[in-house]
T-cell receptor, first 113, second 110 residues
Framework: ETGVTQSPTHLIKTRGQQVTLRCSSQ?????VSWYQQALGQGPQFIFQ???????GRGNFPPRFSGLQFPNYSSELNVNALELDDSALYLC????????????FGSGTRLTVV | GEDVEQSLFLSVREGDSSVINCTYTDSSSTYLYWYKQEPGAGLQLLTYIFSNMDMKQDQRLTVLLNKKDKHLSLRIADTQTGDSAIYFCAPKAAGNKLTFGGGTRVLVKP
């Protein structure tokens, strides 16, 4: 079985620009969650998608949005980038209703200059 | 919302046991997870415990849960240099989301 893959691995953007990050979930997993991990901190929950709909959101502004596709892959979009958006963005997939935890990808390192 | 606290740093000699502690606030947490993160990498699931259990052992890993005090610990037996990493405690509560602590950096000295 394949794990969670994220692309790109690294990205540099200018303040005010928009960015799209991509995630392919692990085979058999139907739920995708996105986390932001600032340097030296624990991951913070952005939102979760299940059956192509947002299913829970953390304390992030509306300029953070997402999509889930029928094959359970997902995108995270961030508009009007700010310097504080610089972080490691982690995607995690899981199978809803099972205790097995989330499988994380290696992340996308976003730097906003 | 849920708050999760962990100590920042732990130094241990190779071959000794490591104990990483975590406290949380949401008593409705159903499953509690431990993840490991190596430099520049994503998160690796190590183990988890269901909230109605007190202890779970998984090879070198032992998880202890004190639900009354909302305290979780991870013991690593015979700690190796490859265990040097950041360890995160992450309870799962309502909304099916994980809340992470700030992480404990473990340094294993030879």
């Amino acid at each position: 079985e394949t794990g969670v893959t994220q692309s790109p691995t690294h990205l540099i953007k200018t303040r005010g620009q928009q960015v799209t990050l991509r995630c392919s979930s692990q085979s058999g997993h139907n739920t995708v969650s996105w986390y932001q991990q600032a340097l030296g901190q624990g991951p913070q929950f952005i939102f979760q998608y299940y059956r192509e709909e947002e299913n829970g959101r953390g304390n992030f502004p509306p300029r953070f949005s997402g999509l889930q596709f029928p094959n359970y892959s997902s995108e995270l979009n961030v508009n009007a980038l700010e310097l504080d958006d610089s972080a490691l963005y982690l995607c995690a997939s899981s199978e809803r209703g099972t205790p097995g935890g989330y499988t994380f990808g290696s992340g996308t390192r976003l730097t906003v200059v | 919302g849920e708050d999760v606290e962990q100590s920042l740093f732990l130094s241990v000699r190779e071959g000794d046991s490591s104990v990483i502690n975590c406290t949380y606030t949401d008593s409705s947490s159903t499953y509690l997870y431990w993840y490991k993160q190596e430099p520049g990498a994503g998160l690796q699931l190590l183990t988890y415990i269901f909230s109605n259990m007190d202890m779970k052992q998984d090879q070198r890993l032992t998880v202890l849960l004190n639900k009354k005090d909302k305290h979780l610990s991870l013991r690593i037996a015979d700690t190796q240099t490859g265990d040097s990493a950041i360890y995160f405690c992450a309870p799962k509560a309502a909304g099916n989301k994980l809340t992470f602590g700030g992480g404990t950096r473990v340094l294993v000295k030879p």
